[in-house]
């Protein structure tokens, strides 16, 4: 058996400021293995995200999503220097393909560096700016379980 591969720097800092943040995160025992320059991974366990029917709980499943997509703009405003940035949830919407019951894990992929380089931009002229990700929750085939579409908001 392989042992897991250790999370970036830039992982574990993103965990722990999930888990500091937002408490939410602590109860449903979110991991960050991975915060690159392709994209952003959040994992949790199916046992504390489940429901009546034995599968992952709804919430959850749109829940990881959503911390993927802000944990890819956080990490975006880190990166630029911007700490003092807030990211919020303007919208959001999950379509739900298939149950999941296993382990939850949701990607988001950064978007084009053109994308990145306007959204900053646009955080440092005008001290704010959106940007609208998608994410997926995996499922057990190729197809995603969930499909979320978000537009988060920096303010600066």
Not at 6 to 30: C, G
């Amino acid at each position: 058996m392989k042992s897991p591969k250790p999370a970036s720097r830039s992982a574990r800092e993103l965990e722990a400021f999930l888990h500091e943040k937002i408490p939410l995160t602590q109860a449903m025992e979110i991991r960050v293995p991975e915060n690159s320059a392709l994209r952003v991974v959040v994992e949790a366990p199916l046992t504390a995200n489940i429901n009546h029917l034995g599968t992952a709980f709804g919430g959850s499943l749109h829940a990881l999503p959503t911390l993927a997509g802000y944990g890819l703009v956080w990490t975006l405003l880190q990166e630029a220097g911007l700490c003092e940035g807030h990211v919020v949830l303007k919208s959001s919407r999950a379509s739900y393909r298939e149950p999941v019951r296993g382990r939850l894990r949701a990607v988001c992929v950064r978007p084009p560096a053109a994308v990145v380089a306007e959204f900053l931009a646009n955080v440092r002229r005008h001290k704010k700016a959106r940007m609208e990700l998608a994410a997926i929750v995996e499922g057990e085939g190729d197809q995603p379980a969930v499909e979320f579409h978000g537009m988060f908001v920096a303010v600066g």
